[in-house]
């Protein structure tokens, strides 16, 4: 065992793992879409790390954007006015479209979260907020309460009024649900939504979360029409529309966040990731006009020492620039279209893909042990044989490195991300199924 590994297990805690089971690989270096470790072995980065490192390894520029801003001013408090502060939280706002908001800043998603749970709060007076089961909003205690499905489990009982609801996920909707089109999707679960909404009593509620593209729980993509409705049954029920756009943001979907798609506006949209791609913690409360506009008199009771980190908002001015300047949009479009290809294959030809879904460049493939009953390859919340982690390293022998999450692996690249070498990266992918396809025949 090398030094460096020993001293991590010796001291260091690492994240949703018994320690005890663990053997963290050693990385030396990481550049583009790729990282090594400590033997030299090369790893397509086919997760963006944590699904933030949109502009892959190593972007000079924001480097640059580092030392310049640490060597001018490494830290102001956040009472203050800062040019990179001001500058960061205007091209925010102008990325949303949404005129007249403001920007909150804080320094990973799940505070963002909490903040935004806080904001609704102030502005409603009311207590209660819904989330959808099969959602991740953080591991903090309040996003731990918004998160539905086991990652909240060691934070209960958790903050009290969070409600959870059924999303659309028509692929494993009821058995006795005969969908005929997107729309009567789209019907059903706005009517399981409404119900819930009437239960719990629309005037408690203060605000519903979305995953605006469900992430880890396997990019699930709402069906036509949903998010119209539930910005309607918001407008009726007087109740806020909030996005978490952590890892959806800054052109993981194909637009600068995925709502844009979706003939939609929030009233809060909560950001991290790919703001400045991890090169230092930042993320964000995107606050509407409406909301940001009872604090001109009324006492704003959110407040964080590292709020608007001078570095953190220098290389999100950075990370804005490189995504228009390199055309990122455009290669999400286009290379989102080979990935969706490949994908689509995929799910024709493996007996172990149930399903696939994408949208931009992130995607999921939902593992199956019988495609005609849909059963899945693990149980939720159930893999007592680690059939997902033997997957996941056989993946990693082959040099792919991603994670899972119950019966779904992602593929979500750095957007900066060639055809050549998303073919190459998903050809690994391809051999590992067909392992896959036998261990289940």
Known sequence: MSKIKEQGMKYNLYSWSAQGKINPIVISKAEGIYFWDEDGNKYYDMSSQMINSNLGHG???LIQAIKEQAEKMAFMGPGFSVDVRSEAACKLVALSGLEGAK???VNAGAEANENAMKFAKAYSGKWKFFAAYRSYHGASFGSSSLTGEPRRFSAEPGVPGVIHFEGPYAYRAPKACKFHSEE???EYYLELLENQILYEGPDQIAGIFFETVV????????????YEGVRSLCDKYNILLIFDEVMTGFYRTGTAFAF?????????VT?????NCGYVPIGGVIVTEKIAMIFDEKKMFNGLTYSGHPIGCATTIAAIDVYKEEGIEDNVRKQ?????????AFEKKHLCVGQVRHIGLFSSIELVKDKETREPLVKFNSDPDGLMPKIIGMLKAEGFSTYSHENMLMISPPLTITETELKDAMK??????????????
């Not at 992430?215 to 949903?226: C, Q």
């Not at 950001?271 to 703001?275: L, P, R």
């Open 59 to 61: 972007n000079n520029k």
């Open 103 to 105: 920007v909150f800043f």
């Open 184 to 186: 009567e999707i789209t």
């Open 215 to 226: 992430g880890t729980n396997g990019v699930l993509i709402p069906p036509k029409g949903y």
């Open 260 to 268: 844009h798609q979706f003939n939609v506006k929030p009233d809060l």
């Open 271 to 275: 950001f991290a990731k790919g703001a």
């Open 336 to 344: 989102g279209k080979v990935l969706a290809d490949i994908l689509d």
């Open 428 to 441: 690994i992918m391809d051999k590992v199924l067909d392992h896959v396809d036998e261990m289940i025949k």
